[in-house]
C-alpha cells in the first residue's frame, strides 16, 4: 500500500487506524480483568503473540524464518525494539495497579510528541497541519490530566507512565527505521516479539517469578490480550510505520485513553466526568486532523 493521499488511501488508512484505536483501547482494561499481575500479563501476551505470528508466518513462507536469521542487523535491531517493548509493558502495565485507568493511558500516550523529533532527524519534519493537530491532542490530553489533580494519584503510578512512554518512543522510533529498509511487517514484528517475550521470560527467572501458575480465566485474558491489542493494535500501528512518519501512525495511540476510560467506567466502575468526556471527544477530533492529513507521506 502506497499513500498519495487520493481516497482510497486515505480510505484504507482510515480503517486500519480504526481498527488499531479500538484494539489498544482494550489493553489496559484486559490486564485488570485478568486477575494476573503486570509481568504474567507482559510475557503471556508478547509470547503468544509470537507463537500465532509465528505459525501464520511458518504456513504462509518459510524462507522469512532464513532471511531473518541471516540478517545480522534485522536481529540486532529487533532485539532492542524488544527490550523498549518489554520495559514499556511492563512499566505501563504496572503503573495500572496504583492510578486510575483514565490517568495511566493519558500520560502513557504522549509518546508521539517525543517521536516528532526523530521524524525531524529522518528528514521527515511534520507538516503544520500535523503539528497544529499534535499540539492540540497534547494539550487536550494535559487538560484532562488535570482533572485528576486533586485528586489522590499515586506518584508511583505517575512515574512509570512516564518511564513507559518514553520506552514505547525508543519502541516505536526503532520500529520506522527497520520498517523504512523494505522489510513486510512480519520480518520487523516476528523477531521483536520474540526477543521480547524471551527477556520478559528471562527477568521473571532472575527475580523469581513463577509465570506458570495462573488460573484458566487469566489465560483466556492473555489470549484476548494477544488478539486484541497486540496484533490488532500494535502489529497495525507496526504495518502503518512503513507508510506514515512515526509521529504520525502512533499518534492513533492517542485515542486510547478515549477508548479505555469508556470501557474502564462500564466495566470497572470508573467514572468519567463530563468534563473529561468532552476533552476525550476532542482528543479524537485532533487525531483525525494527524492521521488524515494528505501530507503524511
Given at each position: 500500500?502506497?499513500?498519495?493521499?487520493?481516497?482510497?488511501?486515505?480510505?484504507?488508512?482510515?480503517?486500519?487506524?480504526?481498527?488499531?484505536?479500538?484494539?489498544?483501547?482494550?489493553?489496559?482494561?484486559?490486564?485488570?480483568?485478568?486477575?494476573?499481575?503486570?509481568?504474567?500479563?507482559?510475557?503471556?501476551?508478547?509470547?503468544?503473540?509470537?507463537?500465532?505470528?509465528?505459525?501464520?508466518?511458518?504456513?504462509?513462507?518459510?524462507?522469512?524464518?532464513?532471511?531473518?536469521?541471516?540478517?545480522?542487523?534485522?536481529?540486532?535491531?529487533?532485539?532492542?525494539?524488544?527490550?523498549?517493548?518489554?520495559?514499556?509493558?511492563?512499566?505501563?502495565?504496572?503503573?495500572?495497579?496504583?492510578?486510575?485507568?483514565?490517568?495511566?493511558?493519558?500520560?502513557?500516550?504522549?509518546?508521539?510528541?517525543?517521536?516528532?523529533?526523530?521524524?525531524?532527524?529522518?528528514?521527515?519534519?511534520?507538516?503544520?497541519?500535523?503539528?497544529?493537530?499534535?499540539?492540540?491532542?497534547?494539550?487536550?490530553?494535559?487538560?484532562?490530566?488535570?482533572?485528576?489533580?486533586?485528586?489522590?494519584?499515586?506518584?508511583?503510578?505517575?512515574?512509570?507512565?512516564?518511564?513507559?512512554?518514553?520506552?514505547?518512543?525508543?519502541?516505536?522510533?526503532?520500529?520506522?527505521?527497520?520498517?523504512r529498509r523494505s522489510l513486510s511487517v512480519l520480518e520487523y514484528t516476528v523477531p521483536t516479539y520474540g526477543f521480547s517475550s524471551l527477556?520478559?521470560?528471562?527477568?521473571?527467572?532472575?527475580?523469581?517469578?513463577?509465570?506458570?501458575?495462573?488460573?484458566?480465566?487469566?489465560?483466556?485474558?492473555?489470549?484476548?490480550?494477544?488478539?486484541?491489542?497486540?496484533?490488532?493494535?500494535?502489529?497495525?500501528?507496526?504495518?502503518?510505520?512503513?507508510?506514515?512518519?512515526?509521529?504520525?501512525?502512533?499518534?492513533?495511540?492517542?485515542?486510547?485513553?478515549?477508548?479505555?476510560?469508556?470501557?474502564?467506567?462500564?466495566?470497572?466502575?470508573?467514572?468519567?466526568?463530563?468534563?473529561?468526556?468532552?476533552?476525550?471527544?476532542?482528543?479524537?477530533?485532533?487525531?483525525?486532523?494527524?492521521?488524515?492529513?494528505?501530507?503524511?507521506?
Open positions: 500500500m502506497g499513500w498519495d493521499g487520493d481516497l482510497k488511501s486515505i480510505l484504507v488508512v482510515a480503517a486500519l487506524s480504526l481498527i488499531a484505536a479500538l484494539s489498544i483501547s482494550s489493553a489496559s482494561i484486559l490486564v485488570l480483568l485478568s486477575k494476573a499481575d503486570a509481568l504474567g500479563c507482559v510475557f503471556w501476551r508478547l509470547f503468544i503473540t509470537s507463537l500465532l505470528l509465528t505459525s501464520y508466518t511458518g504456513a504462509r513462507s518459510r524462507g522469512l524464518f532464513k532471511r531473518i536469521a541471516c540478517d545480522k542487523w534485522l536481529l540486532k535491531a529487533s532485539a532492542l525494539s524488544g527490550f523498549t517493548l518489554f520495559a514499556h509493558f511492563a512499566l505501563w502495565m504496572e503503573s495500572l495497579f496504583y492510578i486510575p485507568v483514565s490517568y495511566s493511558t493519558t500520560i502513557v500516550v504522549t509518546y508521539p510528541m517525543q517521536l516528532i523529533l526523530l521524524d525531524a532527524a529522518l528528514g521527515e519534519a511534520p507538516s503544520k497541519r500535523q503539528v497544529v493537530g499534535m499540539i492540540c491532542g497534547f494539550s487536550l490530553l494535559l487538560l484532562l490530566l488535570t482533572q485528576g489533580v486533586f485528586e489522590a494519584l499515586d506518584l508511583r503510578g505517575v512515574v512509570y507512565s512516564l518511564l513507559a512512554s518514553t520506552a514505547a518512543s525508543a519502541y516505536f522510533g526503532i520500529g520506522r527505521v527497520v520498517r527477556i520478559a521470560f528471562l527477568y521473571a527467572s532472575i527475580i523469581g517469578r513463577n509465570l506458570f501458575s495462573y488460573s484458566p480465566h487469566s489465560y483466556a485474558f492473555f489470549t484476548l490480550m494477544s488478539l486484541a491489542p497486540m496484533i490488532g493494535g500494535h502489529t497495525v500501528i507496526n504495518y502503518l510505520l512503513k507508510y506514515l512518519k512515526s509521529s504520525v501512525a502512533t499518534s492513533i495511540a492517542l485515542t486510547e485513553p478515549v477508548g479505555s476510560s469508556i470501557l474502564a467506567y462500564l466495566l470497572l466502575g470508573q467514572e468519567v466526568s463530563m468534563a473529561s468526556a468532552i476533552l476525550m471527544i476532542m482528543v479524537v477530533a485532533s487525531i483525525c486532523l494527524v492521521v488524515l492529513s494528505k501530507e503524511s507521506s
